[in-house]
């Protein structure tokens, strides 16, 4: 088995040479994959897990625009469109200066395969640039969103390819791309995700990859016979993933200790309560200040600059910031200072050697391609509710999300549940994914 599995690795590396994220992902997947796909006669001999790893199509353009100097900035637009077997693309736009093919990449392949998990007729697909929103103005950002959008304009559509928005693309960015696509098409359609509630976005959006991910950890806990209430959880980041995050831990009575950004994270012994949590919003979505404001506010919390969260005791812990946030080292902590469920917001924040130990520890541990998978769902909810015209109340909106997040809890584990009964998240996330895609692929035969 080890043996077909490298073989396999080896093919794709040799396709895809310095793309180091993109082929841990792959690696990630295979390992659990490959040793699935040999037992079963349907998909044997079909090289399936081959043509997933090869994005159907690769959009890259340049993305020219003036500065408030009047200077002429250059920046790189991408689109992978990864998968389209079970619904158009679908997936993000990040934007970030870390962004470059191989992330990019890595982040459309286990779109392709949280998408399916989520019921939901979406393919795969993720974008972005390497353009850095922090530091720009709001006339800067709109002039960039515009040139960007002038490119992918014609590669996109409400039946073809429907992005959102990730790191660096929030409601604003989402709001002028959909104003230039609109202009640009003379269509007002749901070509975008993550819009505004009066122009076509849906309530629970901007909350549901935190929420959801909450949701699957309370999922994680209950088949253990625990509950969030008490619970002591560190988060990393402060965007949008990490404070809806914290809002629903708060809810569910858990105690939320910290919070991070790229400068530090902040500890605050006595809780992030709610009040708290509004000034981390305000902060960082309205000032879009720094996470080492929250000390100057809250005086008795304390700033560990340069520094992860992961060194603080915690029952549970939730990765919200970015990929490989968490190593090995951090991962031994966690588990030393009794940490019981790692339940992952970002896109594979923890490493492959961080995995092994939760697994080799029997942590409770949720892949981001389960665990996050919330938000790309109200994304599609958002999408149906273009089509229909029609816009479902909060209430609506959330239990849907619940039932989605309990229907990816039920598939982990009819894949993933070990003869000790430990249930491995990562083998059943991958492989429910992949089942689902591979028999729409197989299906439409070989294109
Ligand atoms: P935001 O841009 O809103 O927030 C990102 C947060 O992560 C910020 O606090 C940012 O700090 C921090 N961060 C970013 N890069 C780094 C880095 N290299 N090192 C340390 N901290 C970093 O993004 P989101 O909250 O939307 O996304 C967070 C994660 O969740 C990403 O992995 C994303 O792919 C994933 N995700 C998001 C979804 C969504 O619906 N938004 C859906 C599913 C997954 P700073 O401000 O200093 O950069």
Redesign the pocket.
């Known amino acids: 088995m080890e043996q077909i599995i490298k073989s396999f690795l080896s093919e794709v590396e040799s396709k895809n040479r310095n793309e180091p994220e993109f082929m841990q992902a792959v690696q990630e997947v295979a390992e659990t994959v490959i040793p699935y796909i040999v037992k079963q006669d349907i998909y044997h001999g079909k090289n399936i897990l081959l043509r997933m790893a090869e994005p159907e199509r690769v959009l890259m353009f340049r993305v020219s625009w003036v500065d408030d100097q009047g200077e002429i900035r250059v920046n790189r637009g991408y689109r992978i469109e990864m998968n389209s077997a079970i619904g158009p693309y679908k997936g ?1 736009l ?1 934007f ?1 200066p ?1 962004v470059d093919l191989s992330v990019l990449k890595f ?1 459309a392949f286990e779109q392709v395969f ?1 998408n399916s998990l989520t019921t939901l007729p979406m393919g795969g697909g993720k974008g972005g640039s390497d353009f850095d929103p ?1 530091g720009k103005s709001d006339a800067e950002v709109m002039r960039f969103c515009q040139s960007f959008m002038t490119e992918l304009f014609r590669h996109i559509g409400p039946n073809k390819d429907i992005p ?7 409601g604003r960015e989402i709001g002028y791309m959909f104003g230039q696509y609109k202009r640009l098409k003379n269509e007002f359609t749901g070509v975008l995700t ?1 819009k505004g509630i009066s122009w076509g976005g849906s309530l629970i ?2 909350e ?3 929420y959801g991910n909450v949701y699957f950890a309370e999922n994680m806990l209950q088949k253990n016979s625990q509950t969030l209430e008490g619970k002591s959880v560190v988060i ?8 809806y995050a914290a809002e629903k831990c708060i809810q569910l009575g858990a105690k939320v200790v910290t ?5 530090g994270y902040i500890y605050d012994a006595e809780g992030i309560d709610e009040e708290k949590l509004a000034f981390v919003m305000e902060l ?1 979505n309205n000032r879009r200040g ?2 080492s404001e929250y000390v100057e506010a809250y005086p008795s919390a304390q700033f560990f600059a340069g520094k ?1 969260p992961w060194e603080t005791p915690c029952d549970i812990a939730l990765p ?4 490989n ?1 968490l190593d090995e080292k951090d991962a031994i902590s966690l588990v030393k200072n009794g940490c019981m469920c790692v339940s992952e ?5 923890s490493t492959h050697k961080a995995i092994a130990i939760f697994h080799k520890h029997k942590i409770l541990f949720a892949p ?1 391609k389960a665990s ?5 769902a109200v ?1 599609g909810l958002e999408m149906a509710q273009n089509s229909l015209r029609y816009n479902w109340t909060r209430e609506e909106v959330d239990a849907k999300l619940k039932g989605i997040m309990h229907e990816i809890h039920n598939s982990c584990i009819q894949y993933g549940e070990e003869s000790d009964g430990y249930i491995n998240y990562v083998k059943g996330a991958n492989i429910a994914g992949f089942v689902k895609v591979a028999d729409a692929m197989l299906a439409q035969g070989v294109v």
Do not use: F, W, Y
């Open positions: 993000g990040r970030h870390s982040l949280k922090k959102a928005g990730d790191i660096g693309v929030g993550g959006r901007p549901a990859t935190g990393s980041g402060s965007g949008n993933v990490a404070q919070l991070s950004d790229s400068s960082k720094r996470i992860r919200s910031a970015t990929q946030e917001g970002a896109n594979m924040p981001g996050n998978a919330g938000g790309v994304s």
